[in-house]
């Protein structure tokens, strides 16, 4: 089946733009998450929802980025007031569970957004 | 702090090679384990993960790793590499009842030569 869908590949901006990034999850996956990646990191976790809720935003770096997911499907990460240091690859990733054994299960990625802020 | 390491942050290794990357955590509590690979110009995929029981689990492609609780490490083996193996490998630890969070080590690049 189909997996995990991100869009756009690439986007560059300029610093103080506002941006958009939006992530298909697998259908059906009930969790979804979005990661940052910045050269030579591993992904860095910025929030989590279970369902249509943001369960989990503690990662979000301050309050220009935020996520929504209104119908429990696509999700959008929007970046206010883009800043140079926020130029990233943008991972999102879906789950079929909310939680195993009290944790996470296997998480899906998305080919990700890689996001140049001029 | 807090932290999933990775030690070895490129390794470059013949065919044939064994393969050993390191990871450990300093995490307290009931983890959940990772190892993600990253092939050239795809995404993220999960290569093997470890939740509970035998402490050492078997991935895809011959990849296997040990959980040694003492020593709060999850190193990722594989006795013969190949070419195709070359790659960035993601070590990822999520805690459990503390919410679903993952947390990532900065990734080992693998270069298997031909």
């Known amino acids: 089946g189909a997996g995990v869908s991100q869009t756009p590949s690439n986007k560059v901006t300029e610093k103080g733009k506002y941006v958009e990034l939006r992530c298909d999850p697998i259908?059906?996956?009930?969790?979804l998450y979005w990661y940052r990646q910045s050269l030579g990191q591993g992904p860095e976790f910025l929030i989590y929802?279970?369902?249509?809720?943001?369960?989990?935003d503690s990662g979000l770096p301050n309050d220009r980025f935020f996520a929504v997911r209104p119908e429990g499907s696509v999700s959008t990460l929007k970046i206010q007031r883009t800043e140079r240091g926020d130029s990233a690859v943008y991972l999102c990733?879906?789950?079929?569970?909310?939680?195993?054994?009290?944790?996470?299960?296997?998480?899906?990625f998305g080919p990700g957004t890689r996001l140049t802020v001029l | 702090a807090q932290s999933v390491s990775q030690h070895n942050h490129h390794v470059i290794l013949s065919e044939a090679a064994s393969l050993e990357l390191g990871c450990n955590y300093s995490?307290?509590?009931?983890?959940?384990l990772f190892w993600y690979v990253q092939y050239p110009g795809q995404h993220l995929q999960l290569l093997l993960k470890?939740?509970?029981?035998?402490?050492l689990v078997k991935g895809i492609k011959g990849f296997e790793a040990e959980f040694i609780k003492s020593k709060f490490s999850f190193n990722l083996r594989k006795p013969s590499v190949q070419w195709s193996d070359t790659a960035e490998y993601f070590c990822?630890?999520?805690?459990?009842?503390?919410?679903?969070?993952?947390?990532f080590g900065t990734g080992t690049s693998l270069t298997v030569i031909p």
């Open positions: 259908s059906g996956h009930t969790a």
């Open positions: 470890y939740f509970s029981g035998d402490p």
């Open positions: 929802f279970q369902g249509t809720g943001a369960a989990d």
């Open positions: 995490y307290g509590g009931t983890v959940n």
């Open positions: 990733a879906s789950s079929p569970f909310p939680g195993l054994a009290g944790g996470t299960d296997t998480q899906y």
């Open positions: 990822a630890v999520n805690v459990r009842n503390t919410g679903n969070q993952f947390y």
